[in-house]
């Protein structure tokens, strides 16, 4: 499969340089060339299939031959390592539970999958190191580390804000050790982006090899499209139309799922839920896109107000509105509304969502009523842990701290200080 760059249609590139560059020469984020199309006869016997056997089957097809078929078996099944259980809520309301790998966010799946193929893709060049450069405000840190740990012939650059992450996510990020390195930046989770920005500029660290690991890589934004074979194949026996309805932030999540509906999953409709930064709702309503300055939320992995992800749903469809509108829908909540749903879940449905889960949840509810006779299932992105204080203080309880979390926490932080872009690019030099 080729990939083209949104911001060039001319300029062309494999799955292996797309995946190793991250990003265009011209920043415009790489798109496949064509849709694929899943046999129907697979679709209709998907509950046939192992998880593994699906995800092999969705996601061949956008890498062709590039690795042969036996490696990108093994990469599927180290990737998903752990179970992605579909739980009842309420009548007609389930919970697609993504956290139960080892950072307990669901982009687990995404870091795991892209460091096995970097991994593939570099290990006959031994003399060329990758450097994963990455920004964190807390999650996607913690998850790239974990999914790259060990991996031979990259390493991973960790730079966050210095006091700013919590507890659990700063461990997750400075005790690994090997070849991940954690930059702690005096200074905001902006500054610590800026300085990666600044990096991928700089011509002076082209023989770095730097790449980014964030969901503009296609390597990390395809492989999302397996939960959504995973709902549908634990719904379909109910015989309705299925609404998946997905917490987002940079929108590659849900991008992805609407990517998995091109290629032949029935999916009747997408919700976009998002917090107080409501950027694509407002542009379904007017259908201009106007980012604000960034709200602060409880939800913060959502804590964006330029979702890199959006051009690609647009080229998803040709930019033609009504059909966007036709499958498509997006919403936003406040943190009272959130906080309100954690309680009530909890109280109603004794579910225990996470702040993410529980934007999700209410998206899905306001597009379902008054609707009958569909299935509705909500993803589930964060363990509650992630999250404890603000739930532990609002619903009055106390949440078991699972083993993925208490290994951590046991750990020795180690990390570099820095304040300023010479010294990260001092650091990357040495
Ligand atoms: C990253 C993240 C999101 C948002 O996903 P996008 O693909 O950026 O839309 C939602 N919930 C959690 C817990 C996350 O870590």
């Known amino acids: 499969m080729k990939y083209y760059s949104l911001n060039n249609p001319q300029h062309n590139v494999s799955f292996k340089e797309a995946a190793i560059t991250g990003i265009a020469p011209d920043k415009g984020l790489y798109f496949p060339e064509s849709i694929p199309q899943l046999d129907a006869d697979f679709i209709e016997n998907v509950e046939n299939y192992s998880d593994t056997e699906v995800a092999l089957k969705a996601i061949t097809p956008f890498i062709g031959d590039e690795i042969p078929q036996d490696k990108l078996k093994q990469i599927v099944e180290e990737t998903l390592s752990f179970p992605f259980p579909v739980v009842k809520v309420e009548e007609d309301v389930y919970a697609l539970e993504l956290f139960h790998g080892p950072t307990m966010a669901f982009k687990d799946v995404g870091a795991r999958f892209m460091s096995r193929c970097l991994n593939y893709f570099t290990q006959d060049e031994t003399d060329k190191k990758i450097t994963i450069l990455v920004a964190t405000s807390g999650d996607t840190g913690g998850a790239v580390a974990s999914g790259f740990l060990g991996v031979e012939g990259i390493n991973v650059v960790i730079l966050y804000p210095s006091g700013k992450v919590s507890d659990v996510q700063e461990k997750q990020l400075t005790t690994l050790g090997q070849n991940i390195t954690a930059l702690e930046v005096n200074g905001t989770f902006d500054d610590c982006q800026d300085m990666v920005k600044k990096a991928f500029l700089d011509d002076e660290l082209k023989g770095v090899n730097l790449t980014s690991a964030n969901s503009i890589n296609i390597a990390r934004w395809l492989p999302q499209m397996f939960y959504y074979f995973f709902a549908y194949k634990a719904l379909k026996a109910k ?177 570099i200080e820095i304040s300023s872009y010479e010294e990260l690019k001092e650091y990357l030099l040495s």
Do not use: W
């Open 239 to 415: 015989n309705k139309p299925i609404v998946v309805a997905v917490p987002s932030g940079n929108f590659g999540n849900i991008c992805a799922g609407m990517m998995a509906k091109k290629i032949g999953l029935p999916i009747a409709h997408f919700v976009a839920a998002t917090n107080a930064n409501d950027t694509v709702p407002r542009f379904m309503n007017s259908q201009e896109y106007v980012p604000s300055a960034t709200i602060e939320t409880l939800s913060n992995a959502m804590d964006v107000s330029n979702p890199s992800n959006f051009v690609r749903i647009l080229e998803l469809f040709d930019k033609q509105f009504g059909a966007l509108e036709s499958e498509f829908t997006s919403y936003s909540f406040d943190d009272k509304q959130t906080v309100e749903t954690l309680q009530k879940v909890y109280a109603e449905d004794e579910y225990l969502c996470d702040p993410h889960g529980a934007v999700g949840y209410l998206g899905l509810k306001k597009y379902l009523e008054g609707k009958k006779d569909y299935s509705g299932i909500f993803l589930e992105t964060a363990h509650p842990v992630k999250f404890a204080n603000s739930i532990e203080k609002n619903l009055k309880l106390k949440i078991e701290t699972p083993q993925q979390i208490k290994s951590v926490l046991n750990g020795t932080k180690k990390a």
